[in-house]
């Protein structure tokens, strides 16, 4: 018999914690999700219906065995839906509650144990007996034999070239979902960053401050580009492109590779192209070393994630009115300094002309999306993990060392028997574990493993009695 505890509230902790329920019997599943609400996370928690899924809804879901589609979950709150529409992050927020409390009840009526905490989790311990105790809340313990962390995104630091009277000012958000803490209507909103979560953010502050002057900055100044309104044929060469980029010995030769995909195709959508290399993303990321990992950071990353994780038809026309309207401009700058009690005056190095100039901000917001850096984070429970050796950050700050399989390395290489994470941890080994169809396959896959464990152990130790 042995206990689990996963750690973490959001989407890839409910799916963790949901495919254990249905499979694991060999002990108690202790589901430790700290004060939020049960299976949202940051990416599901927003209440705007301007904050859409860049999904479809017909590739949505929670577990792998689902007792309800989301399409129709979602039917009962908007009517009729279709497959192909990108619907409210919100709503899909609401159908995680629902599954995991399916997945509950179900648990309750098979005598399945399981108990979830409120509370946050603090340190884990090796323990000399074997397994783990894990600090949750003030001082109470559980004792574990396994540990699944799926703790999502970390809480954004604020860039190095923030001063710190920034900062106290009030003036500069670091959290581009909590707008409502500020009251006064701004005349001009500069938001750091031009992906998925800036433009979130520039729709909801769009709305709230309908006469305010838009700014958006990034070093490239590149939005996501925009998903077909409808499914899009596969591209029939997909097969032998992807053989041919598991082959390639560089960065450089699967960026040619890919191009020669796209002229060879000129009649076919590059987006289909890009999405039917899905299956081999980590295979090509895996395949390479450090070195060449950073050379695609420094070089490719910012091209790879616009075309790879693209916004819905909606939130681009969006974008695209508010740009023709010129409440929006966009700048690809870097921010040399932000400063200021109020507005604040933010310095900018613009890409093409490597001219400096000063622009001033009544509202500054942060919106550069997913932080994997914990080594310079301010987790508690991932610098205990780090200070103890439990686990080691990935060179490129990426999450952490790890595995295929998830299981995390400790300082010397080895793997940390029973310490597994899945979702956003996992990006200097995955590269794409982010979106739900990773993350609930990564949560399928390590349940199975982990029950199938424990029911070979119950056999070994049945045999070996005398």
């Not at 927003?46 to 879901?61: Q, S, Y």
């Not at 309104?229 to 699967?254: F, H, K, T």
């Not at 076919?268 to 050379?295: C, E, T, Y």
Request: charge should be neutral; aromatic fraction near 6%.
């Amino acid at each position: 018999m042995g206990d689990i505890a996963v750690i973490g509230g959001g989407a890839a902790g409910a799916a963790a914690f949901g495919e254990l329920l249905s499979r694991y019997d060999a002990g108690t599943v202790h589901w430790i999700v700290g004060p939020q609400e049960l299976g949202r996370g940051v990416a599901y928690a927003t209440r705007d219906d301007r904050h859409l899924l860049n999904v479809r809804a017909a590739g949505m879901g929670v577990f792998h065995e689902h007792a309800e589609d989301f399409i129709q979950h979602a039917a009962r709150q908007l009517g009729q839906v279709k497959g192909t529409d990108f619907l409210p992050r919100r709503i899909f927020g609401d159908f995680i509650q629902a599954q995991v409390g399916a997945r509950i009840d179900a648990a309750r009526r098979l005598g399945r144990s399981f108990r979830i905490y409120p509370e946050s989790a603090q340190h884990i311990v090796v323990r000399d007996e074997g397994g783990y105790a894990v600090r949750i809340g003030g001082e109470r313990w559980l004792e574990v034999t396994q540990v699944v962390l799926a703790v999502g995104s970390l809480a954004q630091r604020p860039l190095r070239t923030v001063s710190s009277q920034a900062l106290d000012s009030g003036a500069y958000a670091l959290d581009p979902w909590r707008l409502e803490r500020h009251t006064s209507a701004p005349r001009r909103v500069l938001v750091i960053g031009t992906g998925l979560t800036a433009v979130d953010t520039l729709l909801s502050v769009a709305e709230r401050w309908p006469h305010a002057e838009l700014v958006a900055v990034s070093r490239h100044g590149l939005w996501p580009f925009t998903h077909s309104p409808l499914p899009l044929s596969s591209y029939a060469g997909q097969e032998a492109l992807n053989r041919d980029l598991l082959a390639c010995d560089s960065v450089a030769a699967m960026v040619r590779r890919v191009r020669q995909a796209f002229d060879d195709a000129e009649e076919h959508d590059w987006r289909s192209i890009i999405d039917g290399m899905r299956p081999v993303n980590a295979l090509l990321w895996q395949r390479l070393g450090d070195a060449r990992r950073r050379q695609f950071l420094r070089h490719v990353r910012w091209v790879w994630e616009s075309s790879r994780h693209r916004m819905a038809p909606a939130s681009g026309q969006a974008i695209h009115q508010l740009l023709e309207e010129g409440r929006l401009q966009v700048r690809a700058a870097r921010v040399l300094a932000v400063d200021g009690a109020g507005p604040l005056q933010v310095t900018l190095r613009e890409r093409a002309t490597q001219l400096v100039s000063t622009l001033g901000a009544d509202l500054v917001i942060q919106a550069t999306g997913l932080d994997t850096a914990i080594a310079y984070g301010e987790h508690e429970l991932l610098a205990r993990l780090l200070n103890d050796s439990l686990a080691v950050a990935d060179p490129l700050q990426l999450g952490v060392l790890a595995r295929a399989d998830g299981q995390l390395l400790g300082a010397h290489g080895e793997p940390q028997r029973g310490l597994f994470a899945i979702g956003s941890l996992l990006r200097g080994n995955l590269w794409e574990c982010t979106a739900m169809p990773e993350i609930r396959a990564a949560a399928h896959q390590l349940a199975v493993r982990l029950s199938d464990a424990a029911v070979a152990t119950s056999r070994d130790n049945v045999q070996d009695m005398p």
